[in-house]
């Protein structure tokens, strides 16, 4: 069966680093992978989408890799900031539907 | 704000009650989606409705019913429901392309309705 797996440890790291986050994937070929963050209490945010003929795309501090071979892609956050805390999901699909990930914590110590 | 609204965003029910929980999108879009989201785990897609028909519903039990009038309201009817529902219950929408089929837009999420089954 299709599996997603992003690390469930919290990802612990010093104001101003560059914070990396993984999402890898199994029994599956997604056309397109999107990136969301959710905090507490509140709905996902959507913050980027990748396809699968894509190997990098950018946003602001932003920066997604997807890689169809390794079946994984990688999140960065470059100079993080105290307000990037927040859990961060990813999300695969190849039409309609999403199938997301548990998410990763990540804490940005001041 | 999403544009993406949920009423309400706490509810508390026992087993043999019947509630509905709501949802809203200002955003002009004509596909809608129920998701429920436990503690660790991802989240599930539960329905989805395209142009107000549905098109999706993933083996979920009867005692959840959903309702989409148009295209932006969409219900989520409850009854005799377990304590293992508990969960917070997202709402989302995105934009349908053309053609019919929905595209991977991106979708936007309420804030959801936290339910607690007693």
């Known amino acids: 069966s299709q599996k997603i797996e992003q690390n469930s440890e919290a990802l612990n790291i010093q104001e101003g680093k560059t914070a990396t986050l993984t999402c890898n994937y199994t029994?599956?070929?997604?056309?397109?992978l999107q990136w969301y963050r959710q905090d507490p209490g509140r709905g996902p945010v959507f913050l980027l989408l990748?396809?699968?003929?894509?190997k990098e795309k950018r946003k602001e501090r932003l920066k997604v890799t997807f890689d169809t071979t390794l079946k994984q892609s990688l999140f960065h956050i470059t100079a993080s900031q105290p307000a990037d805390s927040a859990t961060y999901l990813c999300?695969?699909?190849?039409?309609?539907?999403?199938?997301f990930g548990s998410g990763t914590r990540l804490l940005v110590r001041p | 704000e999403t544009g993406v609204t949920q009423t309400p965003r706490h509810l508390v029910m026992g087993m043999t009650n019947k509630k509905s929980l709501k949802c809203e999108q200002h955003?002009?879009?004509?596909?809608m989606y129920w998701y429920k989201q436990s503690a660790k785990k991802p989240l599930e897609l539960m329905f989805v409705?395209?142009?107000?028909?549905?098109?999706e519903n993933n083996s979920v039990p009867s005692r959840f019913s959903p309702e989409c009038p148009n295209s932006s309201h969409l219900f989520l009817h409850l009854h005799t429901l377990q304590p293992e529902d508990s969960a917070l219950y997202l709402c989302?929408?995105?934009?349908?392309?053309?053609?019919?089929?929905?595209?991977?837009?991106?979708?936007?999420f309420g804030p959801g309705t936290r339910l607690t089954v007693l």
């Open positions: 409705y395209s142009l107000e028909e549905r098109v």
């Open positions: 990748i396809r699968e003929n894509e």
């Open positions: 955003l002009g879009h004509n596909a």
């Open positions: 029994n599956y070929s997604p056309a397109y």
């Open positions: 989302a929408s995105s934009e349908e392309s053309s053609g019919g089929a929905v595209s991977p837009r991106e979708q936007f």
């Open positions: 999300a695969l699909g190849s039409s309609y539907k999403l199938i």
